[in-house]
């Protein structure tokens, strides 16, 4: 880093390896298991007797709620790969450009849904909560390098304000 360059300082990045993000991957494997617990055991049950509408809805938010989990679950294991040390963080943005974390519409307005079981509803919107948190966090640490960058001495941030402001009032 030279004295008058510019430093890359990436908050972001330096959260992905502390304790929250410690927290985050945690919350979020917890998710991935409690979902794959309700789905197998009290899901199950509860979504035989469901009325159609309701079923059919169970069925495809089902679908959708593990395919979200699995791609949450996809950019934790990668992120905590690179805080290991166990990727460079070129092998992980090549295989995170396969994991999606934008897929957050949930038609609260289809028929049927008032029908779904309470706890599935529950984990739906628990899920989008943390994929919406996971893709903010992807952006900040993710974005390119020249939106981050700043300049740590602030005398020339000021000259520059300053050359600015004189050439836009004229006074040399």
């Known amino acids: 880093m030279s ?11 330096h959260v992905a390896s502390s304790a929250q993000f410690k927290s985050l991957y945690a919350e979020g494997m917890g998710l991935v298991e409690e979902t794959a617990s309700y789905l197998d055991g009290v899901g199950r049950q509860a979504s ?3 009325p159609r509408m309701a079923s059919v809805l169970y069925a495809a938010e089902s679908m959708r709620l593990t395919t979200r989990l699995m791609q949450m679950a996809s950019w934790l294991l990668l992120q905590r790969a690179v805080n290991n040390g166990e990727m460079s963080r070129d092998q992980v ?10 897929s957050f519409n949930v038609d609260k307005t289809a028929p049927g849904w008032n029908d779904l079981p309470e706890a599935f509803r529950d984990l739906i919107e628990r899920s989008l909560r943390l ?28 000259q520059a304000q300053l050359n600015l402001l004189q050439t836009a009032f004229g006074n040399n």
């Open 93 to 102: 943005l090549s295989e995170k450009s396969k994991v999606r974390l934008d």
């Open 131 to 158: 994929q919406n948190r996971i893709a903010l966090l992807d952006r900040e640490i993710y974005r390119p390098q020249d939106v981050q960058t700043f300049q740590p001495d602030n005398q020339n941030s000021v």
């Open 3 to 13: 004295e008058r360059g510019l430093n890359t300082v990436s908050f972001a990045g």
């Open 48 to 50: 035989k007797v469901l």
